[in-house]
C-alpha cells in the first residue's frame, strides 16, 4: 500500500510539475519572441526611419548648392558635371539627374536601371516634393531617393530637372540583424531562468499538494487519524484545513459507529445468553406437553404441539444468534485437524435422517485439515436448504478439481433463485421463500435444535428456518480460508458450492515453522 501510495504521488506531483514548467516556459518564449519581433521592428524602423531623413536632407542641401550655377536647358556634359557634383557632397552614393532624355550617373559603370523604378520616376516627375523607395536589388536593400528641381523665381515652378540619389542599406540591414541575432541570443537564458523559477515554484506549489494527496489516500485506505500541516493563509492552507476538518468529522462518525456496532453486538450476545435459561425450562415444559398431547383434548393437543414446535424453533434462532454473535466479535477458533472430508459428509447427512433423500457423488480420500464440526454446520446447512426450498433429486458432490483446492457443490431441481436472492441469499435474516416456494413437512426439512451438551449438533444445525443458516455457512468456509458462490444450473434449479483448501492457510505455516 505505501509503495502504492509513493507511485500516486510521484504521478501526481510529475505530471503537475511538467505542465507547470511548460507553462512557465512557454510564457517566457511567447514574452521573449514577442519582445524580439517588437524591438526588430522598432529598432529597423528607427535606423530606416534615420537613413531616410538623412538622404532626404543631404539631397535637398546638395541640389540647392549645385543647382544654382546650371544652366537650363543643360547638356549632356552639363548634365553629368551637375551629377558629379551633387554626388561629391553624398558619400559613396549614386546620383542620376535626368532632363527630359538626357540622363547622368555620378558612377558611369553603376547598373541604376534596376534600382530607380518607374512608379518612382512618376511620383517624382508630378513635381510634388520629395519622394523615396525602398528596393531589393540583386538580393540587396537600396533606399532611392527622389526630387524635383524648381526654379528659384519665387513660383516653385519645376524645371523639367529630376535628381535620384541611390543609398545603399545593407550596412543598415547588417546592424538590424546583428541586434536581432543579440536579442535571439538572449531568449535563451530568459527561457532557462523561467524553467529554473518553475520547478522552485512548482516545489512551493506541489510539495502542500503532494502531502495533501498522500493524506487522501491514506484517508481511503483506512487511516482515519491522517492529517495534513496549515502552513499560512492562502488557498492551499484553507484547502488543508478542510481537509483535516472532514478528517476530523469522518473519524468522529467511524468512533460512534463503531461504538454502536459494539453495544448491538453486545446487546445480542446478551439477549440470546439471557434467553437461554427460560427457554430450557420453555422446552422442557413443551417436551412434556408434546409427550401427554395425545391424552388432551384435540384443541389442547394441537396448542401443545404448536408450542412445541415455536420452541424449538426459538432455540435455534437463540443459538444462531450467539453463533452469530462470536462471529461477529472475532471470538471463533477453528479445532482443525486433518480430517476425510467424504466420511464428514456422509455422517452429516446420517445424522439428520437424509440419505436416502440426497443422491452424493464423493471423491474417496479427499483429506484436509478443517474443523469438522464446522464443516458439518456447512454441510447441514446447504442440503437442508436445497430439501426445504428446491426439489428432487438433490445432489452432493465432493471433487478435488485442483491440486490444492476441493469443492463440494449441492444442486437441487427446484425454482431456482432469481438474480436478486442469489445477490442477498448470503445476507442475514435474508429468506428466499417467495423465490423458492416449495416447502416439505418432516422433521428432517426443518431441522431440529442446536447443539447438545457434548458439542454435537442436532437434526438440522444452526440456521433452519432463522434466516441465518446461510450467513452462518458463509463464515465458517471463510473461516477456513474458503468461500461459497450461489449459481443457477442451466437446466434448472439452485446450486451452491463451497471451496476449501485443503490445507488452511494458518496450518500451513505453523506445519512449515
Known sequence: MRRSLGRGSRR???????????????????SAVTATALAYRDARTAVLQRTQNTAVNDLRERVAAVGAGL????????LSRFAAKVSEGLGARIVVARHQDLTAVSDAYADTEGRITAELRAAVRSGDGARFQRVQWRGDPYLVVGTPVTYADGDRRTSGLEVFVITDLRAERDDTAALLDSVRTGTVPVVVLAALLALLAAGTVLRP????????????????????AVRGHDELADLARTFNETADAL??????????????????????????????????????????????????????RTVGAE??????????????????????RLDATVTDLADTVRASLALRGWTDRVTVELRENVRAVVDRRRIDVIVANLVGNALRHGAPPVTVTLAAPGGDRVTLEVADRGPGLPPEARERVFDRFYKADAARTRSTSGGGDRGGGGPGADGSFGQGGFGQGSGLGMAIALENARLHGGTIEAAERPEGGAVF????????????????G
Not at 503537475?16 to 512557454?26: K, N, S
Not at 437463540?318 to 462470536?326: G, Q, T, Y
Request: aromatic letters at 2%.
Open 12 to 30: 501526481l506531483a510529475g505530471g503537475l510539475r511538467v505542465r507547470l514548467v511548460v507553462t512557465f516556459v512557454l510564457v517566457a518564449l511567447v
Open 251 to 304: 473519524q468522529a462518525s467511524d468512533a460512534e459507529l463503531r461504538a454502536q456496532e459494539a453495544k448491538a453486538r453486545r446487546f445480542v450476545a446478551d439477549v440470546s445468553h439471557e434467553l437461554r435459561t427460560p427457554l430450557a425450562a420453555m422446552t422442557m415444559v413443551a417436551t412434556v406437553l408434546e409427550e401427554d398431547a395425545d391424552q388432551l383434548p384435540p384443541d389442547a393437543a394441537h396448542a401443545a
Open 311 to 332: 420452541t424449538a424453533r426459538l432455540s435455534r434462532l437463540v443459538e444462531d444468534l450467539m453463533e452469530i454473535s462470536r462471529f461477529d466479535a472475532g471470538a471463533v
Open 209 to 228: 499538494v503532494r502531502k495533501l494527496g498522500r493524506a487522501t489516500r491514506e484517508l481511503a485506505a483506512g487511516d482515519l487519524g491522517s492529517r495534513v
Open 497 to 512: 458450492t463451497l471451496h476449501l483448501p485443503l490445507r488452511h492457510p494458518e496450518e500451513e505455516e505453523e506445519g512449515d
Open 71 to 78: 544652366d537650363l536647358p543643360p547638356d549632356q556634359r552639363s
